[in-house]
């Protein structure tokens, strides 16, 4: 029996691939040093599992609006407005599954087969293989890490054809943690409008920036915000991966489009995660900072260990949970006699002989690099580092 055939066109997310091994693995009984999970090690904080608690015990175990609950979008509208300047409509949000599948709701009510998505490598792995089921084409746009994974308005208006719909920006970034500053964000939005091209905003690690960068969102500015669509959510400045609460703002037309897709796949996200939501969002991200100060020491100790190691090329990540090395100078070396000729080979190696489980570049559009998450303990961490480093020396 034979599948359809767009499952031809898109690819497994390795993320969850490797992270679903890793498991696999710890329930062996074989220790594993797991660097692949995009998500916080923190639980949600009590005070939102009691929001959630209060809403099961009131009975919000029903069906909601399925756009989002009226309160939750008040809130998020609020937020929008303190913490970013911006003055949306309740009516201009759509609350998700999580931010996958608010972008996946996007990409389906504004794409027509043919149209073409232009996508900044190293990109999150879900963006162009949900351009492609929505039968739109995704542009791979490359940066390397010598510019820090960030890409020019130079090269965004090489890219653009007369079928260009959509860029996505996504920062801070997923798998880089590369941060783009306000005058990038302004110089390669300006390209896209000027161009009468959407901009897919992915802000999902807002909160998570480091050494006093700014946060900026390009919908902020009145020229660019008809435009802009901004993706955010509660799974990562909350710890809240598993609630699956995302949202999606912009135009109206756009949004509803949006929404009436989500009527006919999933209906209303969970009204449970949603009533959590609300006191997650209403409070903001300041009875958080413990999170954020150990993401601050994790991510130095991560980038200071790994600039010291051979064959690393690294410049220090401005925000998310994530570290990217190039590691081209390892082509070419050999592991017990063996040639090393892809970084999924030594992801293998990894994997396989450190306890390490990583994510290959390619999965990312960098087939040079992998991506090292530092969403867990220092524990883990420290003892990772090691083993790291003796992976690479082990290498001739």
Sequence with gaps: MQGAQRLDK????????????????????????????GEPDFDTPAYIQ???????RAGYTHYTPNNGLPE??????????????IDFKPEEILVS????????????AVLNPGDEVIIPAPYWVSYPEMVKLAEGVPVILP?????????????????????????????????????????EIRALCQVAVDHEILVLSDEIYEHLIFDGTPHFCPASVPEFKPWVFVVNGVSKSFAMTGWR???????????????KIQSQMTSNACSV??????????????????????????RKFVFESMSAMPYVNLKAPGGAFYVFPDLSRIIGKSYKGA????????????????????????????????RISYATSMEVLEDAMTQFKSALESLE
Excluded at 28 to 37: E, H, Y
Excluded at 97 to 108: M, P, Q, T, V
């Design 143 to 183: 940066a390397g890490w010598e510019t820090n994974f960030k890409i020019s308005p130079d090269q965004l208006k090489k890219a653009i054809t007369s079928k260009t719909r959509v860029l996505v920006l996504n920062s801070p970034s997923n798998p880089t943690g590369s941060v783009y500053t306000p005058d």
């Design 10 to 37: 898109i690819h497994e997310s390795q993320t969850l691939a490797i992270t679903a091994k890793a498991a696999a693995l710890k329930r062996q009984g074989i220790k594993v040093l797991s660097l692949s999970a």
């Design 339 to 370: 040639p090393v000729t892809t970084i999924n080979q030594f992801c293998e190696i990894l994997i396989s002989d450190f306890r390490i489980a990583a994510v290959p570049g390619d999965a990312f559009g960098a087939p040079l690099s992998l």
């Design 72 to 85: 939750l979008k008040d809130a998020i509208v609020k937020k929008f407005r303190e913490e970013n300047g």
């Design 97 to 108: 599954n999580g931010g996958k599948h608010s972008i996946a709701n996007f990409f389906f």
């Design 245 to 259: 609460i995302g949202y999606l703002a912009g135009n109206k037309t756009i949004i509803d489009g949006a929404a």
């Design 273 to 298: 995660s949603q009533k959590a939501a609300v006191e997650a969002i209403s409070k903001g991200v300041g009875p958080l900072n413990y999170m954020f100060k150990e993401f601050e020491k994790r």
């Design 50 to 56: 009691e929001a959630a608690f209060d809403a099961i």
